[in-house]
């Protein structure tokens, strides 16, 4: 039994599938710089929850010397440190250029 052989696991409700995407935004207060993780996709899920993620960083009220990029879609890598995982830019214009709620 390898505990390293665990999949990760899409965040979403009730979806089992292994995660493949990260979906992070980059924090800083000016001093000190991290990724700070939304949530952990499978493909079917990530449209969801990268607009959830988005949602939930338009409402983060921040303090004076803080910033919050918005929220960017990275391959998840296993072994692979944040500042390496690879950003998926195609991926976050495609799903900011399809508005679901509207025709
Ligand atoms: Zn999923």
């Known amino acids: 039994m390898a505990l390293s052989g665990y999949p990760v ?3 979403a409700a009730g979806c089992h599938s292994p ?6 935004a980059r924090w800083s207060d000016g001093i000190t710089h ?39 879609i990275y391959e ?3 072994g692979t440190r944040d500042r390496e995982l690879r950003r998926r830019l195609d991926l976050e214009a495609q799903l ?3 508005p679901r709620d509207s025709s």
């Open 19 to 24: 995660a493949v995407y990260k979906v992070a």
């Open 9 to 11: 696991l899409c965040y």
């Open 96 to 98: 900011h250029s399809t």
């Open 76 to 78: 998840l890598a296993r």
């Open 34 to 72: 991290e990724l700070k993780t939304y949530y952990l996709a499978c493909a079917a899920c990530l449209p969801t929850l990268f607009a959830a993620a988005c949602a939930k960083r338009n409402a983060c009220r921040l303090a004076a010397d803080e910033t919050l990029d918005v929220p960017g």
